[in-house]
């Protein structure tokens, strides 16, 4: 029997030469890299922008080398090196600094450097350097602000000015001429240039190198021949004082409108958003609102239809804001609303009203100020605001914090913070004016997330009575609905002639049923 070889025999290779590869050469491979020879006046450029003498506040040395390089990339793409006098042109930090300037100048509603119209440019154009137009849609805010027809208020237009090409000739401000316009920067004098000229032409004794016949232009003057047919073909799209259109103005302070005077001597008046200035017909003087606001308490007394008195509301804090009117009158209209609609359950409604209130306390109009800061406390308790709580605490002087409602307020947030349901409880009967309607908003959360406490803490068992009771439950019956509610009826058990809850059995119920009622409340107090 034969044996089979464990290996395939090679042919050995008689020669060191390396086998031919067949694959094409990469065109990198090929062209070796030819360095770009910069003219002396560009050297000298650059030296001079990186002097310390020339170092501009505010201005880092990158922003100065990537401006560097736009502008001699700029010079070289459009065969300029030699045509820019360099001497003249301004330093790159000059240019960014002057930039700045402008964007600031456009920002304020200043007038700008080049025509707001728009330029059309032909489709065979080479200059295609265009800035993002970034334009700032103005949304239309709630009735409550102090300008609430902002959307039909003259405004200085946010567009940024563009120029389509954006030569950094045009970008420079001269401090006392007009800025040289590409012409007449090729058509300037230039000794180096003359010099160039006549050794090229063998003129004033100067070798030709048998390179160019006599009377053929040179390279360069061929460049500057090319360029500045570029320039007359383009002179319909690039801007020149002659050609700029006048920049708009900004409006004067006459044509913004100001308050409105009411003329209207109706009381009551339905509430509509306003799309468009207010007509002074349509808007009540102060005298008509006053007893407009005394119709619309006793109303409140007699009827309790909230939907229509919060319409009427509405309605009087809007021709309030639209006649600038910000008086102990308007503190009062609001507070009265933010009572109702703490009353009524309406935190979107009081939320508005608060944020009023709280500008108006700053300009210390009289009001119930030190009411309305326990308030607020309490919302920020409900909507579990970290943010707005410590600027709360930032913002409260001594003689609001040795009031008693603000105490209480305070009380409640501490023992909210620490988990004491036991205090937070007893804190809930004490309340003073209208805070229970607010501490009402997040009552069920706190008694579940005391109920987790308690299904951890207690085992095997709770009597249902001493859970009602520390829970501030007015009956062992409104406890049952309680625990009905979220599905552990049935881990309370009947020992004797007393009701026991299952706390082991229930502890996961309560658990899930903390972390749902703790999700997150926006700063309207809605899930």
Request: hydrophobic share 35%.
């Amino acid at each position: 029997m034969q044996a089979t070889m464990a290996f395939h025999s090679v042919k050995a290779s008689r020669s060191f030469r390396r086998p031919f590869d067949v694959r094409p050469a990469s065109p990198h491979q090929s062209e070796s890299p030819q360095r770009t020879s910069w003219p002396p006046s560009v050297r000298k450029y650059v030296q001079r922008a990186f002097q310390p003498e020339h170092d501009l506040a505010g201005i880092e040395r990158t922003e100065v080398e990537e401006k560097l390089k736009q502008i001699i990339t700029d010079a070289n793409q459009k065969n300029a090196l030699l045509a820019i006098d360099w001497d003249r042109l301004p330093l790159p930090q000059q240019m960014i600094q002057e930039e700045k300037k402008d964007v600031a100048s456009r920002s304020s509603g200043r007038m700008s450097w080049y025509p707001r119209q728009p330029v059309t440019e032909p489709p065979n154009s080479s200059h295609s350097y265009q800035t993002d137009v970034v334009s700032h849609n103005k949304k239309r805010k709630s009735s409550e602000t102090s300008y609430p027809y902002a959307d039909d208020e003259p405004a200085h237009s946010t567009h940024l000015d563009t120029n389509h090409h954006n030569l950094f000739e045009d970008r420079v401000s001269y401090p006392t001429a007009a800025p040289p316009t590409f012409e007449s920067r090729l058509t300037m004098p230039r000794k180096k240039s003359n010099s160039l000229s006549k050794r090229s032409h063998g003129e004033g004794g100067g070798k030709t190198n048998g390179k160019l016949p006599a009377g053929e232009p040179s390279k360069r003057q061929r460049r500057l021949d090319n360029a500045a047919a570029r320039v007359a073909n383009s002179q319909a799209v690039w801007p020149t004082e002659e050609k700029a259109a006048p920049a708009e103005k900004p409006p004067s302070p006459a044509s913004i409108p100001g308050p409105v005077v009411g003329q209207c001597r109706e009381l009551e008046k339905k509430y509509f958003r306003l799309t468009a200035p207010p007509k002074p017909e349509t808007v009540r003087p102060l005298e008509i609102l006053r007893q407009t606001f005394d119709l619309l308490k006793q109303t409140w007394k007699t009827t309790g239809n909230y939907s229509y008195i919060c319409d009427q509301f509405k309605s009087l804090r809007q021709d309030l804001t639209v006649q600038h009117i910000k008086n102990d009158f308007t503190v009062q209209v609001y507070e009265c609303h933010a009572r109702i609609a703490l009353e009524r359950g309406d935190l979107g409604e009081y939320n508005q009203c608060q944020t009023q209130l709280r500008s108006l306390y700053d300009r210390h109009l009289a009001g119930h100020a030190l009411e309305f800061t326990a308030y607020e406390i309490l919302y920020l308790i409900y909507t579990r605001n970290p943010l707005g709580m410590s600027d709360m605490l930032v913002r409260l002087t001594d003689a609001a914090k040795n009031d008693a409602s603000v105490k209480h307020a305070l009380a409640v947030r501490k023992a909210v913070a620490a988990g004491d349901y036991h205090t937070f409880f007893k804190l809930y009967g004490q309340t003073p004016n209208m805070g229970a309607y607010l501490m009402d908003m997040f009552l069920e959360r706190e008694r579940l997330r005391a109920l987790a406490t308690m299904c951890k803490a207690y085992r095997p068992d709770l009597d249902v009575r001493f859970i009602a009771k520390e829970l501030a439950f007015d009956t062992d019956q409104d406890l049952m609905q309680f625990l009905t509610s979220y599905q552990c009826e049935s881990f309370v058990e009947l020992r004797g002639d007393i009701r026991r809850l299952m706390t082991p059995k229930a502890r996961p119920a309560m658990e899930m049923a903390m972390a749902n009622a703790f999700r997150l409340v926006d700063i309207k107090g809605q899930l």
